[in-house]
């Protein structure tokens, strides 16, 4: 397996700074080149507050006005070293939020991103801290998570492949966030938060990287290599069960086995299991369910060359499922906790199923093959169904990037969501909104279930065109039963052809951090 990348480590400051300049002397070890961020909020007449009277001749000129993201930046030096100073807006102190604070922070980093250094210093007033804390259910600890987070999600830069690179940049590795005016208390509670922010950013990457990988590199044989990778770092709080073929033939996993018929990579079933050390206070043991196809050919129905070019993408849900359980196990998240992921590829061949074919799946049901091109709906029903027959879990959530249609209703914006318990979905979309993460549940009426009904087998893994994100969802969530479950259909999130907000191009690890947020709420009994 390839090493990871060194990953950005932030480092809290404990003494107090209140300017760049200061930081500037304060962090005199530093290398020349060093990158000093400060936040400054706009006055009621859309000019930066605290400035100096050059760098406001400046903004005037660079029409810096101290808006969420804008930045401004100049060279600094004495002590005998030198940097650049880069300040960003946050709008008006009046209309600050958490939301704003991210926002800024990633306009900040792009624009840091851009110079050549190693080294950056936030510089944070306490007027910034202060603001914060007003937000109803914000802490200093959700300031810390916050920052750290976005920051090492900006940060982020995929890999490449290529014998003969260009010359190499140098990244931003080191990063020190320096707070003014804290107490020893309030910085405790500060570096919990960025200590857990950076986690979650590590998780968020992970993903980023198992989806961005080529498909001949992530093989479902891969992915169980990284559930054993992740298992191994846990400190023995996550036990990991890889299931061949013949086995899961047993378990009578056909729909799944179905699927990978047509591909020369043996279909892998992952099962992780995390038992956190701290004895939970709830019964639940949630269950997280990732689509995990490392390459979607469509079978015999066959993708068309477009269609087919970023398949790789098609295993987002397991790569996030298994981030997901990286951070878990970190945190300490006092909550049990199972991940599942039926792995393979979806190709063509003479052994592949075919359309009008019927299969039996773990759960009894009987399957016809309408499109082969509809296989995630079928190695996941499979996959549920094992977490609910022999996983003995209490909840569920599956992500998939499941259909098109997803795209159609609502572009890469946001992920939808199906449900069968109102109650349980609810936690979901709290977690979501917490997170900062969009998504948006879909209706369910008595007339899409009956668009998966056919006339030879139980089901039919297409309920055609219409409401098509819909009827998937409700295939899915028919290997449930009786357990709450949250379907997340994540094909126009997960990955994007344009980087936007704190996500690159390419695999965005959409996803992770609710999924964590998600199992905190579970420890809590929400």
């Known amino acids: 397996m390839k090493d990871p990348r060194p990953n950005v480590n932030l480092i809290l400051v404990r003494t107090a700074v209140a300017s760049a300049q200061a930081a500037l002397t304060r962090f005199n070890w530093l290398p020349g080149g060093s990158v000093f961020l400060t936040p400054v909020f706009a006055s009621a007449g859309g000019k930066a507050k605290g400035l100096t009277a050059k760098r406001l001749a400046q903004a005037q000129i660079e029409g810096f006005k101290a808006k969420p993201g804008q930045t401004i930046s100049n060279m600094l030096s004495g002590c005998g070293n030198s940097g650049f100073n880069i300040s960003f807006g946050l709008g008006e102190a009046d209309a600050f939020t958490p939301s704003i604070w991210q926002n800024a922070l990633i306009g900040a980093f792009k624009k840091a991103r851009e110079l050549e250094t190693n080294e950056a210093v936030v510089v944070i007033p306490r007027s910034i801290v202060r603001r914060f804390k007003k937000q109803k259910a914000a802490s200093l600890y959700d300031f810390g998570r916050v920052t750290a987070s976005t920051i090492a999600r900006v940060l982020y830069q995929a890999d490449d492949y290529k014998t003969a690179p260009a010359e190499p940049r140098r990244r931003i590795s080191n990063i020190s966030v320096a707070f003014d005016g804290l107490s020893v208390p309030e910085l405790n509670e500060v570096e919990q938060g960025l200590t857990h922010g950076q986690i979650l950013g590590k998780a968020v990457n992970l993903s980023r990287d198992t989806a961005n990988l080529p498909p001949n590199f992530c093989t479902p044989s891969y992915l169980a290599e990284l559930a054993e990778t992740v298992a191994w770092g846990s400190d023995g709080t996550i036990e990991v069960e890889v299931f061949e073929a013949d086995q899961c033939a047993e378990f009578g996993m056909n729909a799944f086995l179905a699927v990978a018929r047509g591909s020369q990579e043996p279909p892998k079933f992952i099962v992780m299991t995390y038992t956190p050390k701290v004895n939970p206070q709830t019964t ?49 998240v006092p909550v049990r906790v199972k991940a599942f992921i039926a792995a393979t590829e979806n190709m063509t061949g003479g052994a592949a199923y075919k359309p009008g074919d019927v299969y039996i799946g773990m759960d009894g049901k009987s399957y016809e093959i309408d499109n082969t091109d509809a296989e995630g709906r079928l190695t996941l029903v499979d996959a549920i169904s094992w977490a609910r027959l022999k996983g003995n879990v209490t909840r569920i959530v599956d992500y998939a990037t499941l259909t098109g249609a997803v795209l159609i209703a609502l572009g890469d914006a946001a992920a939808g969501v199906v449900t069968s318990n109102q109650d349980w979905c609810d936690s979901y979309l709290l977690a979501a909104k917490l997170s900062g993460e969009n998504v948006h549940q879909f209706p369910i009426f008595e007339d899409y279930r009956e668009q998966n009904t056919c006339d030879i087998a139980d089901l039919k893994n297409t309920g055609g065109r219409m409401a098509g994100s819909i009827t998937a969802g409700l295939f899915v969530m028919s290997a449930a039963g009786d357990l709450p479950i949250v379907h997340v259909d994540i094909a126009g999130t997960a990955f994007r052809s344009r980087a936007t907000g704190a996500d690159p191009k390419g695999g965005t690890g959409f996803g992770v951090i609710t999924l964590v947020q998600l199992a905190e709420l579970v420890a809590k009994g929400k």
């Open 284 to 332: 639940e043991v949630l269950a997280l369910v990732g689509k995990g196809i490392t390459f979607d050919a469509g079978g015999l129905d066959l993708k068309p060359a477009d269609g087919m070019r970023d398949m790789k993408y098609d295993m987002c849900g397991g790569a996030s499922v298994i981030a997901s359980m990286q951070a878990i196990a970190a945190m300490n």
